[in-house]
């Protein structure tokens, strides 16, 4: 038996940062088109809901309780987006350089980065790929101000909502997180140039059953 130790020196671990943002547009087919680098990401707030528990009662006892379905949901802000998000964001192009709001809008999925640190190699020890599928963007507010003394850069944000995709042994899911401080590295590189791509193939978006073949190395 081992007398529990708290602090420990390389044991002190947090995370932050956000980078690397990728999208990917979901088509007609339902299958997601090549990744598009998504420049500008300043913050990806996940917001998991549901999971309610309601309880019952029987023979002037509580019985058991049950719980809501759980859903994920998140808030994306960015200074910009690539130019494929505007299907995502309800626009559409009548033509070079003009595009008209209010029309349907694109599911998409996101792959991005955030940093695991720890005491001792600080934000080098580490990181998470975060990846989102079946998001859909709801309309968002564009505040645009005149310039003044004290300029800032307008930020976008999206709420998102999501539809879970299956896994083979699991309830659907709509994210997937991915930790190098724990995945084997040739796998996690595996995986890294499905998502961002090579010189010699498009960058995709893996689903959950896909990752977990590369990660049992089937």
């Given at each position: 038996m081992a007398k529990l130790v708290w602090d420990e020196s390389g044991k002190r671990v947090y995370e932050t940062g956000v980078r690397n943002g990728v999208l990917y547009v979901q088509g007609a087919e339902g299958a997601y088109g090549n990744g598009v680098a998504w420049n500008g990401l300043t913050a990806v707030t996940e917001s998991p809901s549901g999971a309610e528990p309601?309880?019952?009662?029987?023979?002037?006892?509580?019985?058991?309780?049950?719980?809501?379905?759980e859903e994920f949901g998140a808030t994306i802000e960015a200074y910009t987006y690539p130019e494929e998000f505007e299907a995502c964001d309800g626009s559409a192009s009548l033509g070079t350089g003009v595009t008209i709001?209010?029309?349907?809008?694109?599911?998409?999925?996101?792959?991005y980065r955030t940093v695991v640190g720890n005491d001792v190699k600080g934000n080098e020890h580490g990181y998470k790929l975060h990846l989102v599928y079946g998001a859909k963007a709801k309309?968002?507010?564009k505040a645009y101000a005149t310039v003044n003394d004290s300029p800032e850069a307008v930020t976008f944000s999206w709420e998102v909502t999501t539809t879970p995709v299956n896994v083979a042994g699991f309830k659907p899911t709509a994210s997937v997180t991915i930790d190098s401080t724990k995945i084997q590295p040739d796998k996690l590189k595996a995986i890294e140039d499905k998502l961002y791509g090579t010189q010699d193939q498009e960058p995709t978006l893996l689903l959950p059953d896909e990752i977990a073949q590369i990660v049992k190395g089937q």
């Open positions: 309601t309880a019952l009662y029987a023979d002037d006892i509580k019985y058991l309780e049950l719980f809501s379905a709001g209010q029309q349907d809008r694109k599911a998409f999925g996101i792959c309309p968002s507010e």
